[in-house]
Structure formats: C-alpha cells, structure tokens
C-alpha cells in the first residue's frame, strides 16, 4: 500500500513537472520569436544613413588674359548671400516652379553661401589675376575692389522625364575708393541630368559654376585692364571663347529669355542662358 501511495505521488510530480517543462519551453519559444520580431521591425524602421555632397572642381588654367603678371591690386571677396528658401544644410528640388522641398538625409557638407564663395575664392586664388585676394579688411593691405554675391537659386528639378540640376547667381565688383560698381552680371543657368542620382545633379551643377566663375574671371580682366588704362573700354567686349558645358533651356524652369548679341551668350542686361 505504502508503494501504491508512493507510486501515485511521483505520477503527480512528474506531471507537474512536465506541464512546467511544457510551459516554460513554450514561453522560450514565444520570447524569442518576439525577439526576432522586434528586432525586424526595428531594422525596417531604421532612417536611413545620411549623405554628405559638396561641389567642387579643380581651377582651369586662365588662357588669353590681358595682363601676364597679376594687376598691382588687392580684391576683398565678401561671402556671398544666398536666397533664404536655400539657406540650410538640407538639399532643395523641386518638382514645379511653385514648390519647393528638402531631402531629408543628403545634404550640403557645408553651408551652400559659404561652399560656393569657397570655391570662387579657390578659383580667384589660382588664377592669380591680382596680387591679392583676402575675405577680411584685416588680412594684410587694403583692399582696392570688392567682390559681392547673391546665390538666387541652387537646386535640382524634378521633372516628370528628366532631371535638371539649376544655379542662379549674380556677381557684383565695386571699387572701394569711390564705391561705385564696375561690374556686375547674372546667370541663370540649368543643366539636364543624364542618371536620376543626387551625385550626378551635384556634379552638374559643380560644370555649372565652373563655367560661372570661369565667365566672372575673364570679365574682370578686362575690367582691371580699363581700370589700369591698358585697353580703352568698349561698349560690347568680345567674351573668351572656353569649352561650354551642354546647358539647356525649356519651360520647365523659367528664366529670363535675353536679347543675345552676335556671339549669342550674353545680353543687354548680363542675363546668360545658354542652349545645345
């Protein structure tokens, strides 16, 4: 009797231990399938990472200039303002003229006003067109001219087909003695975009503002050759011929339409728009 007992306790352990054995193994089992289900949801929701673009390009050599040495003067280049609406670190497009909207994780790697006088000051610089180039009054001699600039627009456009990348600038140089304005021109200028990727609209607009600047440098070596009384200045200066990008112009982004000259790239008012 006493092993019949015996018997029937051990029969009621062992149950219970197996329904435990049961329940905890199905527990395990659940923990970990959440587990991994947390750690999917998690990875799905995760941003993703962000990219950094600048624009760049190396200087072009400065060919046909007027003066082989650089002019006895010193420029001031001021950092150029920008457009509120492009002001931020984040990357504009556009998909009307009416609309604007920002990328959420491509971005400028610096400050777009201060990215682009970077670049001009690096361009300036290499072309040793004067005998300096400074961005404070502190800097060392006086300066005899100033540079100014306003960046009116620098985005991409996304078009239903096609994909443009477009920058507005315009340019101002004054003389400090008097300050009056001895140059000033603007640019409109877009540019299409062959592959849909937001590297290759910054490397269009880096061909962009190399033709800019490249534009803006042999401009004001003619000017400094008035300036200095080296050549008598013209009503039309015949602009250097360099290699042109393939800009484009369509009704996509409207620009002011000029009044082209015989050589066909820039009008009455300094307004560049230029065709394939």
């Not at 990472?49 to 007027?66: E, G, S």
């Not at 003066?67 to 001031?76: K, L, S, T």
């Not at 990328?103 to 000051?121: C, E, G, I």
Request: with cysteine; aromatic share 12%.
């Amino acid at each position: 009797m006493m092993e019949d007992r015996k018997q029937r306790t051990d029969g009621r352990v062992n149950g219970r231990l197996e329904k435990i054995g049961r329940a905890f193994f199905a527990a395990t089992i659940v923990y970990v399938c959440l587990t991994l289900a947390f750690s999917l949801i998690a990875g799905c929701s995760r941003p993703p990472a962000r990219q950094y673009f600048l624009l760049n390009y190396t200087p072009p050599k400065m060919h046909n200039r007027t003066m082989q040495n650089p002019y006895a003067a010193v420029i001031r280049l001021r950092d150029f303002s920008i457009e509120e609406a492009y002001n931020r670190p984040h990357i504009v497009y556009r998909t009307s003229p009416f609309e604007l909207r920002y990328y959420n994780f491509k971005s400028w790697a610096v400050r777009p006003a201060r990215m682009v006088t970077d670049l001009f000051f690096k361009h300036l610089n290499s072309a040793e067109l004067v005998s300096g180039v400074v961005r404070r009054f502190d800097e060392g001699r006086r300066p005899d001219y100033e540079i100014t600039g306003f960046i009116e627009a620098l985005e991409e456009f996304d078009g239903e087909d096609v994909l443009f990348a477009r920058l507005a600038l315009r340019i101002n140089m004054s003389r400090l003695s008097d300050g009056a304005t001895i140059y000033s021109r603007h640019f409109d200028l877009h540019k299409k975009v062959y592959r849909k990727e937001t590297v290759f609209v910054v490397r269009e607009l880096s061909q962009i503002i190399e033709y800019i600047f490249t534009e803006i440098i042999a401009d004001i070596d003619r000017k400094l050759a008035i300036e200095f009384g080296i050549t008598p200045e013209v009503a039309s200066p015949a602009f250097m011929q360099i290699e042109q990008p393939s800009f484009i112009t369509d009704d996509i982004i409207p620009v002011e339409q000029p009044n082209f000259t015989t050589d066909g790239i820039i009008s009455e008012d300094n307004t560049v728009t230029l065709e394939e």
